[in-house]
């Protein structure tokens, strides 16, 4: 099993641009999350994702939108990128019932915005 | 809204002392808390968890137990060993809160031998 894989593990875009991460999660799981870390402090919840569908949104600007695909992978899009939106980023998967609802975690995108 | 507090690090102890880093928690209903570490260049993984009051977390000799009570979670280990040197989180999932964590801000931690 290859657990939570994410993709790029690191980025370099200017600001202004627009960027998208993508999360495979861990077979078995249907439910992604998406954590924003930036240096020095502990993962922001961004959303999360359940039967395509944006099920729960912490405080994150509309710039931030995602999408789940019928396989439960997701992606993360960032618009009109700031300075300040330079950080890990951080894809979780669990799944619905009893054990598999334990969030596992992926390795990260790290973002640097120019 | 939820939050969660933990002690400011970093914290740097020789080989074989005893950890406790502090958490402290605020939320309504019961939540479930974890503590999670992040390795150098990684992401998180879970380190323990406790989903009611007086539940015991334990793995690789890290202890932690829900205090209801006192709103805490605090992490211990009697004897720390240089690969222990992570960040650790300390973390909540509300009830109903279909798995959403709220984390603390973490804590460094270094062990030299």
């Known amino acids: 099993d290859a657990g939570v894989t994410q993709s790029p593990t690191h980025l370099i875009k200017t600001r202004g641009q627009q960027v998208t991460l993508r999360c495979s999660p861990k077979?078995?799981?249907?439910?992604v999350s998406w954590y924003q870390q930036a240096l020095g402090q502990g993962p922001q919840f961004i959303f999360q994702?359940?039967?395509?569908?944006?099920?729960q949104r912490g405080n994150f600007p509309d710039r931030f939108s995602g999408h789940q695909f019928p396989n439960y992978s997701s992606e993360l899009n960032v618009n009109a990128l700031l300075l300040g939106d330079s950080a890990l980023y951080l894809c979780a998967s669990s799944g619905t019932w009893g054990e598999s609802t334990e969030a596992f975690f992926g390795q990260g995108t790290r973002l640097t915005v120019v | 809204g939820n939050s969660v507090t933990q002690m400011e690090g970093p914290v740097t102890l020789s080989e074989e002392a005893f950890l406790t880093i502090n958490c402290t928690y605020t939320?309504?209903?019961?939540?479930?808390l974890f503590w999670y570490v992040q390795y150098p260049g990684e992401g998180l993984q879970l380190l323990l968890k406790a989903t009611k009051a007086d539940d015991k977390g334990s793995n690789k000799g890290f202890e932690a137990t829900y205090r209801k009570e006192t709103t805490s979670f605090h992490l211990e280990k009697g004897s720390v060993q240089v690969s222990d040197s992570a960040v650790y989180f300390c973390a909540l999932s509300g009830l109903g809160s279909n798995y959403k964590l709220t984390f603390g801000k973490g804590t460094l931690l270094t062990v030299n031998p």
């Open positions: 939320a309504t209903g019961y939540p479930s």
């Open positions: 994702y359940y039967e395509e569908e944006e099920r």
């Open positions: 077979s078995g799981h249907d439910t």
